[in-house]
């Protein structure tokens, strides 16, 4: 903690620049001993934006049969109104694709090569000379509403440069600030009520080995009223941020730069109750959001009442949501996962296999967009008994629905499964409403709907009025 008051007063004035200088674009300058990209440099409206690098495959993961496209990276900027970046590296910026397409962003190639992308406010992309490989992730972030003072009460404060305090403990009534232009390399636990953890800068899981990191996960959670915002996760050596018997929890604004390790899912919502995940960038190698009900010696150990929304998300080698592995809880339900843009993904993206007797029910997936790269499954409603039970039984899944789901790229089978386990442990009433693969609206015999056993009111409606 003494290497984040000894920056206080540095961190103070530029604190009180930003906020002098709100209007147009802010930067915050890189440590001098962080090692930045080669691969690009950004220019915002004129100010140098650092281009900072994320890995991918650390060992012992390297040279196995996946293939990430490498190192990239990304870069971080504010901005409260429309902005011009002009982008240049020694790479062809020629057949640029950016990632999620918008009719308000548009780019053009300058005949010096340069690529000018124009946005009408803050944004999160993926700018992809060459698909996977190397892209930048662009981060226009909107100005921070009420940021912490370095010297207010209860304020554990990072302030410029990197830091390296391990194990940062935040508690009741606490705020944890990552100031723009710091690097901090370490892990949170959050225990308690009214926390907050907020800033511009970076936490930095990418020197721990594989699951050796200095908390459980890069932000532990176990609380009531905490919000997680705008800070940039680089790195993760297991999960990245897991809420765990929590309740009322925001992860907002946040940016998950992974794929380094296995097992770094993003974010995790165990046994917890009234989660918001919004706005959020997450790149990882395993499930980007996975609910969990890992426990039954809680008060109440059900998965309820959680909102991903308004998210891009990028999964190298595992699911985009996973619900239902590793629970034994009595329900999961009440999720809803809307306005989302998915934009690589390997496996299932939507995955739903519940076991152990738990219920998931009433989940709602709606105006998702899919860019698709020959996957052979969209989603799978299967109750199911795997390695992860310790009663191996079966679960249950009913009242799910899937409204506005749009699939386009490659050619590919992307199925819809359903499949029951036995008459007990069913699928049971579910909703396809206006979900397009490939230009093709998913229907009563359709080719790409594989229905077995046990399924029991699956129902197609016409689209939604605007």
Request: net charge neutral; with cysteine.
């Amino acid at each position: 903690m003494l290497a984040g008051k000894q920056n206080q007063a540095f961190g103070l004035v530029a604190l009180l620049a930003v906020q002098a200088t709100l209007a147009g674009v802010v930067t915050h300058p890189a440590p001098a001993e962080e090692i930045l990209s080669s691969d690009y440099t950004v220019v915002a409206d004129g100010q140098t934006v650092p281009v900072y690098t994320a890995r991918t495959l650390d060992a012992p993961f390297a040279g196995k049969q996946w293939d990430f496209g490498g190192p990239y990276a990304f870069a971080n900027f504010i901005t409260d109104g429309p902005v011009k970046v002009r982008i240049r590296s020694d790479r062809s910026l020629a057949n640029t694709v950016i990632r999620p397409a918008r009719p308000d962003v548009t780019m053009r190639v300058e005949p010096d090569g340069a690529l000018v992308v124009s946005l009408p406010g803050p944004r999160k992309l993926s700018i992809e000379p060459d698909g996977k490989k190397g892209p930048l992730l662009l981060f226009a972030n909107p100005p921070e509403q009420n940021p912490p003072q370095p010297d207010g009460a209860g304020v554990i404060y990072f302030g410029p440069g990197v830091h390296r305090p391990g194990r940062i403990d935040v508690g009741s009534n606490q705020t944890l600030c990552l100031a723009g232009g710091a690097v901090v390399k370490g892990g949170v636990y959050a225990q308690g009520e009214n926390i907050r953890i907020t800033g511009q800068g970076i936490l930095d899981g990418s020197d721990y080995e594989w699951r050796k990191g200095p908390t459980p996960h890069v932000i532990s959670i176990r609380g009531t009223n905490v919000e997680v915002s705008g800070i940039t996760i680089r790195g993760a050596s297991h999960w990245t941020i897991v809420p765990r018997d929590s309740r009322h929890v925001t992860i907002r604004g946040v940016k998950l730069c992974g794929s380094r390790v296995q097992n770094d899912d993003g974010i995790n919502p165990c046994n917890s109750q009234d989660v918001l995940i919004t706005d959020c960038f997450i790149r990882t190698d395993d499930d980007c959001v996975a609910l969990k009900g890992l426990e039954l010696e809680v008060p109440n150990s059900n998965v309820e009442r959680v909102t991903v929304e308004n998210c891009i998300l990028w999964c190298d080698r595992a699911r985009i949501f996973l619900l239902g592995h590793e629970s034994r809880a009595p329900f999961m339900r009440a999720i809803t996962l809307r306005n989302l843009d998915i934009i690589h993904f390997s496996m299932t993206p939507f995955l739903f296999e519940p076991g152990e007797e738990m219920r998931l029910e009433d989940v709602t997936v709606e105006n998702v967009r899919l860019h698709g790269e020959r996957q052979g499954e969209l989603a799978r409603l299967k109750p199911v008994v795997n390695q992860y039970m310790r009663n191996k039984v079966p679960g249950h899944v009913r009242n799910i629905v899937f409204r506005n789901v749009t699939l386009t790229g490659q050619a590919g089978a992307y199925r819809v499964q359903l499949t029951g386990a036995d008459a007990d442990h069913a699928v049971r009433d579910v909703r396809f409403e206006n979900v397009e693969i490939l230009g093709e609206r998913l229907a009563a015999g359709s080719d790409r709907l594989e229905v077995g056993e046990h399924v029991e009111g699956i129902r197609f409606a016409p689209p939604s009025p605007p």
